[in-house]
């Protein structure tokens, strides 16, 4: 089951930046909660960013000044700017509810290397 499609990531360098962007197929988009997840190998998904469906977000500690969440409802589309990239970032990103479903995406992959 397909509820959320992720794009945007890529290979950039250390410093660098990218936007990721979470497609929401539901309808009620708006209503909900969503997030920003990353699992990076040989370690456990954990929570990136949060965005409420009012407009109120929060952080990871370690990505907190640097990465940017927010959501536009009119195109049901969410999304994560990443800045001040390093090889901590790298991991495939997820977007779901907070807290979420249990249908994930395909992610999408964010390598930041040299």
């Known amino acids: 089951q397909v509820q959320f499609v992720e794009s945007g990531g890529g290979l950039v360098q250390p410093g660098g930046f990218l936007r990721l962007s979470c497609a929401g197929l539901?309808?009620?988009?708006?209503?909900?909660?969503m997030g920003w997840y990353r699992q990076a190998p040989g370690k456990k998904r954990e929570m990136v960013a949060v965005?409420?469906?009012?407009?109120?977000?929060n952080y990871a500690d370690s990505v907190k000044g640097r990465f940017t969440i927010y959501r536009d409802n009119a195109k049901n589309t969410v999304y994560l700017q990443m800045n001040s990239l390093s090889s901590e970032d790298t991991a495939v990103y997820y977007c779901?509810?907070?807290?979420?479903?249990?249908?994930w995406g395909r992610g999408t992959q964010v390598t930041v290397s040299s």
């Open positions: 539901g309808s009620l988009f708006r209503l909900n909660s």
């Open positions: 779901n509810y907070r807290p979420p479903s249990l249908y």
């Open positions: 965005i409420f469906s009012g407009g109120l977000t």
